[in-house]
């Protein structure tokens, strides 16, 4: 089956860094890739999506200029949260269109910021 | 703009019992309904998919169910044991990304 990676699997950081966190699908093309947000005891909310070699389209509510979306390439997708905040501690979760149909999710990223 | 709902949002079972989740969703419009299943700090692993077409999806212990005129999904679950303690997602798709549910909260108790 299709697989989906992430990087890092969790992540400490201090308050007004930036962190990136990278999601590749491994043994197939992703033309669309999809980033989602999960507080505790929340469900994932979809937060934007990313199109290869274009633009990403935001929720929303999600500020584009604090959640930076990088679609470089079809196996490649990267989320950098600029000055994090402590309120930006959450699971965040990629996935990767393998079709129409179907999404193939990475393991997640935890993010914490102190 | 669809909305998921999942009921109950936690259960607490007995090991061997046989047990349903309930799924709603608001667009009957959808392309098909997926149910997840989440371990405490964990990514998602994919259960059952049925495509809009389909009433059901079995596997193994699991048997999903779909009414997509009522907007409504049910997961059985067989003979419940320890291991199927985690959060169930349900996820619908139409012509946006996955939309899910909250989830149910699941322990199954030995």
């Known amino acids: 089956g299709a697989v989906v990676s992430q990087h890092p699997s969790w992540v400490i950081c201090k308050s007004g860094t930036s962190v990136k966190i990278e999601c590749r699908s491994l043994?197939?093309?992703?033309?669309?890739m999809f980033w989602y947000r999960q507080f505790p005891k929340q469900s994932l909310m979809l937060m934007a999506t990313?199109?290869?070699?274009?633009?990403?389209?935001?929720e929303q509510g999600v500020e584009k200029d604090k959640f930076l979306i990088n679609h470089a390439s079809l196996t490649l997708s990267t989320l950098t949260v600029t000055s994090a905040h402590p309120e930006d501690s959450s699971f965040y979760i990629c996935?990767?269109?393998?079709?129409?149909?179907?999404?193939?999710f990475g393991p997640g990223t935890r993010l914490t910021v102190l | 703009k669809q909305e998921v709902t999942q009921i109950p949002a936690a259960l607490s079972v007995p090991e061997g019992e046989n047990l349903v989740l309930n799924c709603s969703f608001t667009?009957?419009?959808?392309?098909?309904l997926q149910w997840f299943r989440q371990d405490p700090g964990k990514g998602l692993t994919s259960l059952l998919l049925?495509?809009?077409?389909?009433r059901e999806q079995t596997s193994g212990r699991l048997n999903a169910s779909l009414d997509k005129s009522s907007g409504r999904s049910t997961l059985y679950i067989a003979a419940s044991q320890p291991g199927d303690s985690a959060t169930y997602l349900c996820?619908?798709?139409?012509?946006?990304?996955?939309?899910f549910g909250k989830g149910t909260r699941l322990s199954v108790i030995a």
């Open positions: 996820a619908v798709r139409g012509n946006t990304p996955l939309v």
């Open positions: 043994d197939f093309q992703a033309t669309t």
């Open positions: 667009d009957s419009a959808i392309y098909n």
């Open positions: 996935s990767a269109a393998g079709g129409k149909d179907t999404q193939y």
């Open positions: 990313s199109n290869e070699g274009s633009k990403a389209t935001y």
């Open positions: 049925i495509q809009s077409s389909q």
